[in-house]
Each structure stands twice: as C-alpha cells, then as structure tokens.
Nanobody, 118 residues
Framework: QVQLVESGGGLVQPGGSLRLSCGAS????????MGWYRQASGKRELVAGI??????SYSDSVKGRFTISRDNAKNMVDLQMNSLKPGDTAVYYC?????????????WGQGTQVTVSS
C-alpha cells in the first residue's frame, strides 16, 4: 500500500534552519504532485507544492524562506526551511495527489513536529 513517511522535524531557534524529508513507497511517485502542509491549530494549510514536472508554488508566508524539491529516482520530496520563525511552529504533513480519469488519488504522511522557539 501507499506510504508517506516524514522525517527531519524538531526544535530549532528562531532564525535557524531545518530540512524535512518525505519518502514515498507503493506508488508511481513521479506522476504525483507532492506538497507540504502544516497544521498549528484548526485548519491544515498548504505550505509548498511541486508538480510532477517540477513546477513549484509557495504560500506567501514562506515564500523566499522555504524551498521544496523532489528526487524522483529516490521517491523523495524535501522541504528546506530557512529563517524560521515562531509562527512556523506546526505539525508538517507530506501530501501526494494525482487525478486520473476523474478519480482523485490522495495520500498523507503521519506528520512531523516542527517547533521554533528560543
């Protein structure tokens, strides 16, 4: 079955950096749009996305500080987070989505905690 496994979360001081990784298995990874979401309280919000052909998008709150990348050979998607702020504290989730013949295929990882605090 499909599995998405995140790693790399932790505690970091404001201004610091973290790199999150998400490994995928059981799926044709290269055909999926991959994304990183976060949830601090309430609604889960999209932080960054990368399409199957490598196009990227970012929320305004992280633009210029976060970078999403993917390695289709390794079935991995990373999120490099720089200049972290306390407001970035959240559980970060890896997401995979694909639409084929009108059917939505969507999968989530279990989440990894990122805490930005001095």
């Amino acid at each position: 079955q499909v599995q998405l496994v995140e790693s790399g979360g932790g505690l970091v001081q404001p201004g610091g950096s973290l790199r999150l990784s998400c490994g995928a298995s059981g799926m044709m990874f290269s055909s999926y749009t991959m994304g990183w979401y976060r949830q601090a309280s309430g609604k889960r919000e999209l932080v960054a996305g990368i399409s199957s052909d490598g196009r990227t998008s970012y929320s305004d709150s992280v633009k210029g500080r976060f970078t999403i990348s993917r390695d289709n050979a390794k079935n991995m998607v990373d999120l490099q987070m720089n200049s972290l702020k306390p407001g970035d504290t959240a559980v970060y989730y890896c997401n995979a989505v694909r639409i084929e013949y009108g059917t939505l295929y969507e999968y989530w990882g279990q989440g990894t905690q990122v805490t930005v605090s001095s």
